[in-house]
């Protein structure tokens, strides 16, 4: 065991090492100061609100496993600090390379840590698994396939800057189960991949901050921040008492599943991410709140007893159900919600047009998709060679392989 712990302090420091000083040099020598990165901002409330929910909401929404809780929050704090210096860089690159327009220093961060939240998402689907060294690898490589993505939404497909950003939610999540399909498989009955009422408990907690936290995310970067905000707080409210009402309805015994309630109440919120800054009525944000509660109790049913073992996927934290699923009928709700849009606007008469339209929007939410399936299996197979140190799955799901225990090295 000593020699095992030996590997990851010859590894993960100097990596952490040698990646700092690259950012350092980078924001040294040349495309940081090209901008007024300081230059004065009310947008600091917003971020605020986000950093608190990616940090400390998705931090203890992680903690699902019932000996990870150390490694849950920890490594997903280092992902962060780490993946936002990497986030930052890489716009400004952007920038450098006319790609994208200039923007003030505090609104690249902000967008830097919306970005993380697709790294988070895709940690949720490899928890317990993935080494430290091969999280910091993912997160590198997640961070430069998403921006890939964006720049093709946005230049190719006409998608809006803030929405090409929103995309998080899908790619975080196919780029994490394709990436997890590529670990080797536990061991069957393996206990330590289970959860307690202790880890359910301080899950739940992080699943409340997140929830809190949804309205500021889905109008960050929007115009239309006050519908944004009145949107997602009404889809947010009726997918939480969806989430009670159908856990009741679809266990043996009537009573609430955590599971349920930890998932289902985020549906909302990750429904009328494309929407919420457009929708007009807050009965139509309402029922998408409502659809993606349904389609996430319903759908942890059949994943997790049909399709996961068919595909021999293991999503740890389930984020399959409680962000791709609602997060693609956000997607087709987007497409349909613009159609019925344009009809009231007495806009049918021009159906080519109208078809161009949807083409586009189809195709940015598909290549999203595709691109994170296939980054995302490259991703995996280089995770999994010897140089990241992949752990063997004896090993999976245990803080005692990275944390030290100071109460069991004295015999308490």
Known sequence: MPAQYLSFRCSVPWLLLLLQALFLSYSFFGFLRARDIYSPSSFYPEFQDVNHM????????LMVLRRYGFSSTGFNFLLIVLGVQCSVLVEDFLVFLRLQQSEDGLRSLAKAVVSMTAVVISSGAVLGKASP????????????????????????????EHLSLLHVHLFGTYFGLAATSRFPEPPPGLDKGRSTPKSDL????????????????????ADSKKEAVLNTYLALAVSAVAAFMLSALTSKDGKFRMRHIHSAVLAGGVTVTYTAHSIQQP???MI??????????????????????????????????????????GAVASVVLFVVERGIEKQWNDLSSLGYLVFFDIGAFCQTISTALITGLITGLILNIKLLKAVHVSKYFDDQFYWEFPHLSVGF
């Open 54 to 61: 990616v940090i400390f909401g998705f931090g203890f929404f």
């Open 288 to 329: 998408l709140g409502l659809l993606g509660s349904v389609i996430t109790i319903l759908g942890s049913h059949c994943l997790q007893r049909c399709f996961n073992p068919a595909l021999k996927l293991q999503d740890t934290s389930g984020v399959h159900f409680t962000f791709g699923l609602p997060a693609v009928l």
């Open 202 to 221: 301080f899950s739940m907690l992080g699943t409340v901050f997140v929830w809190v936290f949804w309205p500021s995310f889905n109008s960050l970067l």
């Open 133 to 160: 060294v091969q999280l910091i690898v993912m997160t590198l490589l997640e961070l430069i396939f998403f921006c890939i993505s964006r720049c093709i939404n946005r230049k190719f497909l006409q998608v809006p």
């Open 283 to 285: 009965w139509i944000a």
